[in-house]
């Protein structure tokens, strides 16, 4: 009885850990579709740079092919554009 549990417990843990996987592969792909969309539309609507682009979709690729430094830029790129826009709204 003792070695079912076992296995029951160890499924159960391989059943979350393959939704939590799934979840998180969710929410990358979704920033890196969204960071996309919104680079294409801010360059339509504003000043037109093919670099930026360029920049912002390899960015998103390398998001989604898993590279780890990609991740911290855009740690980094949202927490200077929410201090940019604080320092906007409140100058």
Known sequence: MYKEEKEDIIEAYQLNMQRRYCRGKLIVYIIAICNIIF?????????????????????????????????????????LTLLFTLYIYTS
């Open 39 to 79: 680079t294409l539309l801010g360059n339509c609507l504003g000043n037109f740079n093919i670099i930026n682009i360029i920049v912002q979709i390899g960015l998103s690729i390398a998001l989604l092919n898993g590279v780890n430094w990609a991740r911290w830029l855009f740690v980094i790129g949202a927490v």
